[in-house]
């Protein structure tokens, strides 16, 4: 049995999706800039498709930009606003600890330009204060970017407060929803966001196609010099196949939102009520506040890649940390975050799940991993000096 429970890394790409590239891959081929009818249908197809993720947003079709993913819309909204920002003699930016590599990197960058960042910590329970970003915003503050939902520990962060803050003091705010988009409802308006960076691949749409909303009015400047593609903001000839593939997997998505959180949520909850028992085991992040796909999971005296390996040979693709940072021997930068010690934040695994999924896989699971969680602790020299010296708890952390 292969059991793909790696969803939040990546998603196999629907019928639906494949279908809608298919007619881009094969008829509808046009230049979507050509004058003749093959470029005007092809055009009409990459304005449906505007036109469909506008409204599964809540957004007008003339705020929404294509671009190659969620790190380029990342990368856009920020150094734009920083661009403006220091125009206007602000060069102050809050974010927090936890962001996606995307965000951070790019910030990174600002900073070396002479932009103080504020990285905002997050709690315990892998959420945002806020009343932490109302205490850091300034008077030269030029953006607040939070993230919609993490991609490691999967909370939701309280987006529609932050954007009420934010709009009242007309600072622009962006967000990375790419782990909230097409899982849980996002509306725009309702939220009050300015810029949102959202990504196909994450919803059963195809890899290397992403949109950056831009709220009407806000400040947009040129991310590709080129062609008039995209207002003359992003120049290149859009990626029509991906693009009506994205469309399609987000409007499937939305329209089947509801009884998709319902089933995701009952193999979540069965997933970690069924891991809970194993001694020694810590459910990362708050339980309600949660995309509905996601189980992060640490357990002490285990290596987060050996369980992994374990899992992969059973069968079962999982994740420690986040598909950028694994590869790497450093424990996950969101897990350290929510206050995990280094040892404990190492035995970390994170098992995100889709509407795709079966209770079946989620009895398997459950099956083969208390198991390897046992032998791998039989090898641990770890785990034996962390028995002897009583350093066990064999608690689990508290839900609220
Ligand atoms: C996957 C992901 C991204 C990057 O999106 P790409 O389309 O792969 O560039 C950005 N932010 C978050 C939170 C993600 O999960």
Same mark, same amino acid.
């Not at 939070?146 to 954007?163: D, K, L, R, S, W």
């Given at each position: 049995?292969?059991?793909?429970?790696?969803?939040?890394?990546?998603?196999?790409?629907?019928?639906?999706?494949?279908?809608?590239?298919?007619?881009?891959?094969? #008829? !509808?081929?046009?230049?979507?800039?050509?004058?003749?009818?093959?470029?005007?249908?092809?055009?009409?197809?990459? !304005?449906?498709?505007?036109?469909?993720?506008?409204?599964?947003?809540?957004?007008?079709?003339?705020?929404?930009?294509?671009?190659?993913?969620?790190? #380029?819309?990342?990368?856009?909204?920020?150094?734009?606003?920083?661009?403006?920002?220091?125009?206007?003699?602000?060069?102050?930016?809050?974010?927090?600890?936890?962001?996606?590599?995307?965000?951070?990197?790019?910030?990174?960058?600002?900073?070396?330009?002479?932009?103080?960042?504020?990285?905002?910590?997050?709690?315990?329970?892998?959420? $945002?204060?806020?009343?932490?970003?109302?205490?850091?915003?300034?008077?030269?503050?030029?953006?607040?970017?939070?993230?919609? /939902?993490?991609?490691?520990?999967?909370?939701?962060?309280?987006?529609?407060? +932050?954007?009420?803050?934010?709009?009242?003091?007309? +600072?622009?705010?962006?967000?990375?929803?790419?782990?909230? $988009?097409?899982?849980?409802? =996002?509306?725009?308006?309702?939220?009050?966001?300015?810029?949102?960076?959202? @990504?196909?691949?994450?919803?059963?749409?195809?890899?290397?196609?992403?949109?950056?909303?831009?709220?009407?009015?806000?400040?947009?400047?040129?991310? +590709?010099?080129?062609?008039?593609? #995209?207002?003359?903001?992003?120049?290149?000839?859009?990626?029509?196949?991906?693009?009506?593939?994205?469309?399609?997997? &987000?409007?499937? @998505?939305?329209?089947?939102?509801?009884?998709?959180?319902?089933? =995701?949520? /009952?193999?979540?909850?069965?997933?970690?009520?069924?891991?809970?028992?194993?001694?020694?085991?810590?459910?990362?992040?708050?339980?309600?506040?949660?995309?509905?796909?996601?189980?992060?999971?640490?357990?002490?005296?285990?290596?987060?890649?050996?369980?992994?390996?374990? &899992?992969?040979?059973?069968? +079962?693709?999982?994740?420690?940390?986040?598909?950028?940072?694994?590869?790497?021997?450093?424990?996950?930068? =969101?897990? &350290?975050?929510?206050? &995990?010690? $280094?040892?404990?934040?190492?035995?970390?695994?994170?098992?995100?799940?889709?509407?795709?999924?079966?209770?079946?896989?989620?009895?398997?699971?459950?099956?083969?991993?208390? !198991?390897?969680?046992?032998?791998?602790?039989?090898?641990?020299?770890?785990?034996?000096?962390?028995?002897?010296?009583?350093? $066990?708890?064999?608690?689990?952390? #508290?839900?609220?």
């Amino acid at each position: 049995m292969e059991i793909y429970f790696d969803n939040a890394a990546t998603t196999p790409v629907s019928q639906t999706a494949r279908d809608a590239m298919m007619v881009a891959l094969t #008829e !509808e081929y046009g230049n979507p800039s050509s004058l003749h009818h093959k470029g005007r249908t092809a055009n009409e197809r990459l !304005e449906e498709a505007r036109a469909s993720i506008a409204k599964d947003l809540n957004a007008d079709p003339g705020e929404i930009y294509f671009t190659s993913g969620g790190s #380029e819309a990342d990368n856009w909204a920020i150094t734009q606003a920083a661009e403006l920002g220091a125009r206007r003699g602000k060069k102050h930016i809050i974010s927090t600890v936890f962001e996606h590599h995307a965000v951070l990197h790019t910030l990174k960058k600002l900073q070396k330009q002479g932009f103080e960042v504020t990285l905002l910590p997050v709690h315990e329970d892998g959420l $945002v204060r806020v009343e932490e970003v109302k205490a850091a915003l300034r008077e030269d503050t030029a953006l607040v970017t939070i993230m919609y /939902a993490n991609n490691e520990v999967g909370t939701i962060q309280p987006i529609p407060e +932050i954007g009420a803050l934010c709009r009242a003091r007309r +600072i622009p705010f962006h967000t990375d929803a790419v782990q909230a $988009v097409g899982h849980i409802p =996002v509306d725009v308006k309702a939220d009050q966001i300015d810029y949102l960076s959202l @990504s196909g691949h994450k919803f059963h749409g195809p890899k290397g196609v992403g949109v950056l909303y831009c709220r009407r009015g806000m400040y947009l400047t040129n991310f +590709i010099e080129g062609g008039a593609q #995209e207002r003359g903001k992003r120049g290149g000839t859009e990626a029509l196949p991906n693009i009506m593939g994205m469309a399609a997997a &987000l409007h499937e @998505s939305v329209e089947h939102m509801d009884e998709n959180i319902k089933k =995701v949520t /009952a193999l979540r909850n069965k997933l970690i009520e069924g891991l809970r028992p194993i001694p020694a085991s810590y459910v990362n992040g708050d339980l309600n506040h949660r995309v509905p796909g996601n189980v992060s999971m640490c357990f002490e005296g285990v290596e987060g890649e050996s369980l992994l390996l374990r &899992l992969d040979l059973a069968g +079962i693709c999982g994740s420690s940390g986040s598909a950028c940072t694994s590869g790497s021997l450093e424990p996950s930068h =969101v897990l &350290l975050s929510i206050g &995990l010690p $280094v040892e404990v934040a190492h035995g970390s695994l994170r098992l995100s799940l889709s509407e795709w999924n079966t209770e079946a896989e989620v009895d398997e699971v459950l099956k083969q991993l208390p !198991e390897i969680v046992y032998s791998l602790r039989q090898m641990s020299p770890v785990w034996e000096d962390m028995l002897a010296e009583g350093k $066990v708890r064999n608690v689990v952390m #508290e839900e609220n």
